[in-house]
């Protein structure tokens, strides 16, 4: 009975090994892709933070402006971007950015943008109108794709098909914190100070706004995505360390209760042993 039991513990720290040595590696594939996404989110920031200040002088000094990107479309439905992870096992990392974004749907006619393979996988069969993306995976998606789909953005918002669109994403903040977040993109918001920076231009406002918005709205969907695949490797990472040391504990744990069962194996041979002696 004791051997018996002394090999299902075997078997189990074996099991538990094997699951650690594959946590571990993980850990570190996640911790080396965290890198170059940290480096590739913050080269994508300077050009956000220019674009982000030209429409926003353009908003800020066409108050009266009858523009579409400037004024909510008639139509009541809305468009949600929704950025999530192409693989699990990073926490609650997709988890939450689909609950802050169904917690916004409610009671909402709504398109829905799904980019990263568990975004798709989690919005098949929901229910709302889904948008074509040729994005098959959000980690390393490039400038030029996201314009295409800023584009199909604007042409269905100029379509009034949607009145309003939204990106949710899960920005980072560290290693150890990230925030599922909603913006909103479209129509464009004039800045709420008064005596917002301004900048020069020439040629209308509808015409500038027509030329620049795909840049802009390509560089905020890939900046974005960007903090979004540097939030997914951290939550994984974090996730996978968690689960190496929880998985070294329950081998030390079975190691404890192996020894026990070896020793007591050992006790009641020794028992034996002594009473057959005595018996002779």
């Not at 794709?145 to 098909?161: F, H, P």
């Not at 309003?164 to 150890?176: C, M, R």
């Not at 050992?266 to 009473?275: D, R, W």
Request: aromatic share 6%; net charge positive.
């Amino acid at each position: 009975m004791a051997q018996s039991s002394m090999k299902d513990i075997r078997q189990r720290i074996r099991s538990v090994e094997n699951t650690m040595q594959i946590t571990k590696a993980m850990q570190l594939v996640a911790s080396s892709k965290l890198r170059g996404a940290r480096k590739r989110m913050e080269n994508s920031r300077p050009f956000l933070q220019e674009a982000r200040q030209a429409v926003r002088s353009l908003a800020g000094g066409q108050r009266d402006s009858h523009s579409i990107y400037l004024n909510k479309q008639p139509s009541e439905a809305v468009c949600l971007v929704v950025i999530a992870g192409d693989r699990g096992l990073a926490g609650s990392y997709n988890a939450n950015v689909f609950k802050l974004a169904e917690e916004w749907l409610a009671n909402k006619t709504a398109s829905v943008m799904p980019l990263g393979r568990k975004a798709r996988e989690y919005y098949a069969h929901r229910g709302y109108t889904l948008l074509p993306s040729e994005l098959d995976k959000v980690d390393g998606a490039k400038p030029e794709q996201c314009e295409v789909l800023a584009r199909r953005l604007m042409e269905g918002y100029k379509a009034g098909e949607y009145g309003e669109v939204y990106i949710a994403y899960t920005t980072f903040q560290s290693v150890l914190t990230q925030r599922a977040k909603l913006i909103k993109v479209l129509p464009i918001d004039p800045p709420q100070e008064e005596k917002a920076h301004q900048m020069l231009f020439e040629g209308s406002v509808d015409a500038l706004l027509e030329g620049f918005l795909p840049q802009y709205l390509s560089g905020i969907l890939y900046a974005a995505i960007c903090d979004s695949v540097v939030s997914e490797q951290a939550a994984r990472r974090v996730a996978m360390d968690a689960a190496t040391k929880n998985a070294s504990e329950m081998i030390d744990d079975l190691t404890l209760r192996f020894n026990r069962a070896r020793q007591g194996s050992i006790t009641q041979e020794l028992t034996e042993i002594v009473a057959g002696a005595e018996s002779q």
